[in-house]
């Protein structure tokens, strides 16, 4: 599955989330049913164009989609969605080159989110990333 097939399934989980994509009589959309705080995830290993990607669909009131939805949230709530101040974990990374990326795009009290960083390691990107990347649990 291409990076472009699976963020259109994205969009498209979370407009289902919402309670958009409903069958039955159409009927406006109230601003109610979109959450305030989503961010799409993915975290690629090795090169970006490797296409070893997993990817999760973080929402927020209630936390779910994610494995650790209810850590996650409370980060960035915490930050205020914003990935790049999220305090660094004090962890001992072994020194292993095994670069990973971290994405993430949504919106976050009614601001875009676009944040990518790549780094040394996966363990170098929880340290740094809490919960927000931990995709498998």
Do not use: Q
């Amino acid at each position: 599955m291409t990076y472009l097939t699976r963020t259109a399934a994205a969009a498209g989980a979370l407009l289902a989330a919402a309670g958009l994509l409903t069958a039955g009589p159409a009927r406006a959309a109230s601003h109610d049913l979109v959450p305030a705080n989503w961010l799409h995830l993915t975290v690629t290993k090795g090169d970006a164009r490797s296409g070893d990607t997993r990817g999760a669909l973080l929402l927020c009131d209630p936390p779910r989609g994610h494995a650790r939805a209810s850590e996650a949230c409370a980060e960035l709530a915490a930050v205020g969605g914003d990935i790049g101040r999220l305090p660094a974990a004090d962890t001992f990374c072994p020194m292993i080159f095994a670069p990973v990326t971290a994405h993430a795009r949504g919106r976050w009290d009614g601001r875009t989110v676009d944040f990518r960083e790549t780094y040394t390691s996966a363990c170098v990107m929880r340290a740094r990333t809490g919960s927000v990347f931990t995709l498998d649990g």
